[in-house]
């Protein structure tokens, strides 16, 4: 026996993830028909990185196929919401409404708009967020900002107890491999991130300028000067970073000029006391997806990155095998 008739939820359902699923098996626990509402173009314009949210159709072909796999396609309607209220504010067979504590404001409008149509207000019912292993809530934003898996895998939290990470010589002829495609000029995505100070002036000298760049003053360790005002001035920001070393305070840095970036639009310029070369993996860990990172490679010129949920499983399995120098007592892990 169900506790509600018919249940109306609604969501973007982009990268579907983990908190998805648990939000979808309750509603179909609570009530013997559910409503799923799937957000149109139209309703996400406002979001993070809302260009790179799943087309409609890709969208409700996964939940289809969730639905399908649980056998709760006879139980479910889909439909696309371009407003917060959809057919809740109107259908009286709507008992009930499941909402997270970030949408309940959206559940108390469509009951106000229901009492003023004469019609029963709906039982709100507020789900727990769904936190991912880092402790943070699990959401498609932070999906598609590269911070965690849609499982809710964080992509840093390993690196959290440590302070700094040391190359072991055993990655090192690995690591002389490109990390990604050799570049042929095609530049797409949310965020162009550079890793070097050659790559970030070429890039300048034709007219881009990219999100973040990430320079030390040299080139294949010689000092260089810039003439270009983006490397001197604008945006400036410093971390030291040892050769054979990342420093992970670049976590949080790299963060903050990403951000930043999203919100206001400002290329953002990383110095490197020290060498840079290795801060290509972060950079690439903490990225958005469809981003490129680029880089200088000794023997092939510039390396492209695509920043694919792949990328960062690789990365991050790479970086594993550093040596780690615990943040609480300073031991260094082998």
């Given at each position: 026996m169900f506790e509600y008739q018919h249940l109306v939820f609604a969501g973007t359902f982009d990268h579907f993830h983990v908190g998805h699923q648990k939000m979808i098996d309750q509603a179909f626990k609570l009530a013997h028909f559910v409503s799923l509402g799937i957000a149109t173009k139209k309703?996400?314009?406002?979001?993070?990185?809302?260009?790179?949210?799943?087309?409609?159709?890709?969208?409700?072909?996964?939940?289809?196929?969730?639905?399908?796999?649980?056998?709760?396609?006879?139980?479910?309607?889909?439909?696309?919401?371009?407003?917060?209220?959809?057919?809740?504010?109107?259908?009286?067979?709507?008992?009930?409404?499941?909402v997270t504590k970030n949408t309940k404001h959206n559940a108390e409008k469509i009951n106000e708009i229901r009492l003023k149509n004469g019609l029963k207000l709906l039982k709100i019912i507020t789900s727990p967020l769904f936190l991912a292993d880092d402790g943070k809530e699990i959401s498609s934003e932070r999906i598609r900002l590269g911070e965690i898996s849609p499982s809710g895998h964080s992509y840093s939290h390993d690196f959290s107890s440590s302070k700094t990470l040391h190359l072991p010589v055993s990655l090192r002829e690995s690591l002389r491999k490109p990390l990604g495609k050799i570049n042929n000029g095609e530049l797409a995505g949310p965020m162009i991130i550079t890793v070097g100070d050659i790559v970030s002036s070429s890039?300048?000298?034709?007219?881009?300028?990219?999100?973040?760049?990430?320079?030390?003053?040299?080139?294949?360790?010689?000092?260089?000067?810039?003439?270009?005002?983006?490397?001197?001035i604008a945006n400036r920001?410093?971390?030291?970073?040892?050769?054979?070393?990342?420093?992970?305070?670049?976590?949080?840095?790299?963060?903050?000029?990403?951000?930043?970036?999203?919100?206001?639009?400002?290329?953002?310029?990383?110095?490197?006391?020290?060498?840079?070369?290795?801060?290509?993996?972060?950079?690439?860990?903490?990225?958005?997806?469809?981003?490129?990172?680029?880089?200088?490679?000794?023997?092939?010129?510039?390396?492209?990155?695509?920043?694919?949920?792949?990328?960062?499983?690789?990365?991050e399995k790479i970086m594993n095998k550093f040596i780690r120098n615990d943040f609480s007592n300073g031991a260094i892990e082998q």
């Open positions: 309703l996400c314009n406002e979001k993070i990185l809302s260009s790179k949210i799943q087309p409609f159709a890709k969208r409700k072909k996964i939940i289809e196929k969730y639905l399908h796999e649980n056998k709760y396609s006879n139980r479910a309607k889909l439909f696309p919401l371009s407003d917060i209220y959809g057919s809740s504010v109107t259908d009286y067979s709507i008992d009930a409404i499941l890039l300048l000298k034709i007219g881009i300028d990219p999100a973040i760049k990430i320079i030390d003053n040299k080139t294949r360790r010689e000092k260089i000067k810039h003439k270009e005002k983006e490397l001197t920001h410093e971390i030291r970073n040892n050769p054979g070393e990342i420093n992970l305070n670049f976590f949080n840095i790299f963060r903050n000029l990403r951000d930043d970036h999203l919100k206001n639009g400002r290329s953002q310029l990383l110095v490197v006391c020290g060498e840079e070369d290795l801060l290509v993996l972060p950079a690439v860990l903490l990225a958005p997806l469809s981003s490129i990172v680029l880089y200088g490679h000794f023997q092939f010129g510039v390396v492209l990155v695509g920043v694919t949920e792949r990328k960062k499983r690789q990365v």
